[in-house]
């Protein structure tokens, strides 16, 4: 969660420095300018907070793998074995998420949300993206962090 905090204490700073700029434009176009640079930082950052919970997710669901490969039983290990698990990279991230709690549950439910969102910012579709409230979404990517398990 290190990385996550890093991000978030720039995050702080970065959008401190482009509030303060934009509350002292001296003029409309100005004060606009600087408000849609605010919008392109908060995607960014939230882009970058997302890639450390899906980093998160990734190496859990590693862990997992590996755990349940390693079972005596054959019946118990046969699920885990399956070529594409090698390369986590080919199987769905919500199906990732979903090894790691509850379908339908509040924490997966969050991902979800999270993930339609870091795809509209990722696959440029911004008019789709709704304002961000960065500091509601910090604490949504820590809540589940925390309850992931693998």
Known sequence: MRGLQ?????YVEANGYLQTRER??????????????RVINDQAYFAMMFACLQ????????????????QRSWRARRRWTWPKLK??????????VSWL?????????AVKDLYDTRCDIAH????RVRPL??????????????????
Do not use: H
Not at 133 to 150: H, T
């Open 55 to 70: 980093d998160r997710i990734d190496e859990l669901c590693r862990r997992l793998v590996s755990r349940k490969t390693q």
């Open 124 to 127: 440029g579709a911004f008019a």
């Open 101 to 109: 709690v509850k379908t339908g549950g509040t924490e997966y439910n």
């Open 87 to 96: 390369d986590l990279e080919r199987v769905p991230f919500m199906e990732r």
């Open 6 to 10: 890093q991000i978030w204490s720039a």
């Open 24 to 37: 002292a434009a001296p003029n409309a176009t100005d004060r606009e300018r600087w408000a849609r640079l």
């Open 133 to 150: 409230n960065i500091p509601s979404f910090y604490q949504q990517i820590r809540a589940v962090w925390r309850a992931l398990r693998p």
